[in-house]
């Protein structure tokens, strides 16, 4: 009998419909999994997946068991966890153990849980679940050949282990492909959070000042798609080149503190805590609304929202407001979690689609090439990138041109 631990077995037929939907939107997906699935290329591997656990997600975990994986699965943020899609994945005997707001405990629980099958290949989002292999769960690590990295977070704390000598097993940095930031961080980020702040607060953008705080690739696409729906855009930036970049692309730069003053929406998206604290709060406008697309919740500072607040209360579905004592009212969207999984699907699937075709492909190259790679962070393999891309073109239609071989030869030859 499956393993799982989630809010209800009944809701799958619900999920099913919404794993349904999205499966008939990711044709690159679709390909490998056919391709994986006639020559059962992962049979005999376990594999960990650590996600937020909604359709998109689901559907590759489905991947993985149609090639023969044994898969266990839990979210990756307790907000984002969908628990009709759950159910569907515990009906088609995946193991899952994750439910919509679970505590801090019982998240962590859930990551344990999954380590339980002693995985072979690791898919991870954020980071969480390769950090327990590393700390109270070590002793599991062991059968682990290898895995992938989903998010600018999770690599991050995979190069701080990497430095210190301290990770356990190879890692492929999915997130830092072209074929993922250029379009997933970029394309996908942009629409996800609007979708999400828009849904949740059924509030107009156009002619409010939008406050971006970071200015990465997710920032990129954050500021574009605001200013695209006719927001005016200011952007905060600890980094001087990428201030340049955002004042060349036509936005107004300055500090956190200044732009405090001045935005109607506020949305952070650094990697980093306390991008938003008590020195901000103090001289926002009444109503200002905070909302944050990094992966945890802890670019702004909850702690010193609530201790200058005089009152909280939920006013609607995840929004918290906070009243000041002068009278002034802020307004936390997703309990500071990222706003578009915890207020919306998260990101369309078409683009999802090259995501987890590149995880899909990294954690095949992982299987086949576990004795020749050391304990380090991988660039996910050019050859894969390229190929998701290529697949993408031709679901599209979309033919382009090739080199002669007369150009192959200028390009490649010397002074």
Sequence with gaps: MTKYIIQDINLAPQGRQKIDWVR?????????????????????????????????????????????AEVAITGSNPLST????????????????????????????????????????VIDDGGDLVSVLHTTESNLAAHVLGGCEETT???????????????????????????????????????????????TTNLIVAGKT??????????????????????????????????????MDGFQVMPAVQAAAKGDIFITVTGCKDALREQHFRVMKDGAILTNAGHF????????????????????????EYTMPEGRRLYLLGEG???????????????????????ALSAHYLAGHAGSLTRRVYPVPKEIDYRVAELKLKSLEIEIDTLTGEQQAYLSRGV
């Excluded at 515990?90 to 707001?101: D, S």
């Excluded at 500072?301 to 201790?307: N, Q």
């Design 24 to 68: 008939l939107r990711m044709p690159v997906l679709n390909i490998i999994r056919d391709e994986f699935q006639a020559r059962k290329a992962f049979k005999g591997l376990r594999v960990a997946m650590s996600i937020h656990l909604e359709a998109k997600t689901a559907y590759l975990a489905e991947v993985f068991k149609a090639a023969g």
């Design 82 to 121: 969908q628990d009709d899609v759950a159910a569907a994945l515990a009906a088609e005997e995946i193991e899952v153990y994750a439910f919509y707001n679970a505590s801090v405990k019982q998240y962590r629980e859930h990551l344990i849980s999954v380590l339980k099958i002693k995985p072979h290949l």
């Design 153 to 199: 977070t999770g690599v991050t704390r995979l190069r701080a282990l990497e430095r210190e000598e301290r990770l356990l097993f190879p890692m492929i940095a999915v997130n830092d492909a072209f074929c993922k930031y250029l379009f997933d961080n970029r394309y996908g980020t942009g629409e996800s959070v609007w979708t999400g702040i828009m849904r």
């Design 210 to 247: 939008v406050v971006v705080i970071g200015y990465g690739w997710c920032g990129k696409g954050v500021a574009r798609r605001a200013a695209g729906l006719g927001a005016k855009v200011i952007v905060c930036e600890v980094d001087p080149v990428k201030a340049l970049e955002a004042y």
């Design 297 to 320: 919740d802890v670019e702004a500072s909850k702690a010193e929202l609530e201790k200058l607040a005089v009152s909280e209360q939920t006013v609607r579905q995840n929004i918290k």
């Design 337 to 359: 979690r990222l706003v578009n999984l915890a207020c919306s699907d998260g990101h369309p699937a078409e683009i999802m689609d090259l995501s987890f075709a590149l995880q």
